[in-house]
């Protein structure tokens, strides 16, 4: 039993981490540096304490929780969010133009869409160094749960997840790109059954408004043959100009055409929204709140604030 009988941060740790992880024990002693025989004790150790089952079992695996499991699961998010607000606060108030700011994003946004911001970014706060790190929307999302990251972008996921509060950043389309003596550059209007004629070479499921893609091609009842799908948009032209099919990507991501020439097909995919996402309800530096206003001036740093520290999930103005 924990010192005193108490429950520790450890032990409420080990709660977060092991939802977050699928109830895997072994993720869970690696990501918190422990055994995992230290993280079965200190959940049967509070379990005990409190007199209450927290997990389903099947032997001596875990499944999921118990309804009071998950009761105690929030309030532990929120006993541990609160706790990392009080760690921050000497250090948000001391360092308030220095330090560090970790952005995890995309590659096509990391390339093609924060240059001119952070050019704008570094001038304001010249003593900040960045970090950017390139992942999937899944990573994004848990490298903010983490804490390893202090500003998400990507053009799925955020929006959707409770636990971070995500801004609009700004709206795009995909375009074609298509070898200069392509038929298709006879097509008029394009159509996605057009599209659909021609090996497809696009972006990967879940990233990049891959599911702007396929809902497209599903609503029409059409089947694209996408013989090659990738993470990079750099990569997407190069096996385009290679001759192995036609390609799609992001239109920020296609200026930079080469040989090849894009097409517009804002008439045939629906519109992607690329979203800024915090970690709901944790204290950030100044410098945290004013990358955000410099990627949506519709927004003041006043009401970027009171939509992350506020409880309940906001409605967001669109405002871009």
Known sequence: ????????????????????????LTDVANMLYTSQSGVSRHIRELEEELGIEIFIRRGK????????????????ERILDEASNVRRLADLFTNDASGVLTIATTHTQ???SLPSVIKEFRALFPEVRLELIQGTPQEIDSLLQSGTADIGIASERLSTDPTLVAYPWFRWYHNLLV??????????????????????????????????IDEAFARKGLAADI????????????????????????EQASGEAGQLVRLD???????????????????????????????????SVDEIKRQALEAAEPVIDFQI
């Not at 013989?227 to 992001?250: M, P």
């Not at 804002?266 to 992607?272: E, K, M, Q, T």
């Not at 929204?273 to 001036?297: A, D």
């Open 1 to 24: 039993m924990s010192p005193g009988g108490d429950v520790n941060f450890q032990q409420l740790k080990i709660i977060r981490e092991a939802a977050r992880r699928d109830y895997n």
């Open 61 to 76: 695996r875990l499944l999921g929780m118990t309804e009071p499991g998950k009761a105690l699961l929030v309030i532990a």
């Open 179 to 212: 070898p200069q003596d392509h038929p298709l550059l006879q097509a008029n209007p394009l159509t996605l059954e057009d599209i659909s004629r021609w090996p497809l070479i696009t972006y990967r499921q879940g990233i990049t408004g891959r599911s702007r």
């Open 110 to 112: 990391a390339r093609y």
């Open 265 to 299: 097909t804002r008439h045939l995919f629906d519109a992607n929204t690329v979203w800024l996402g915090l970690k709901r309800g944790q204290l950030q530096r100044n410098y945290v709140w004013r990358f955000i206003e410099l990627c949506n001036p519709g927004l």
């Open 227 to 250: 013989v090659l799908s990738a993470q990079d948009s750099d990569v997407i032209k190069t096996y385009v100009e290679l001759g192995l099919g036609i390609g799609l990507v992001a």
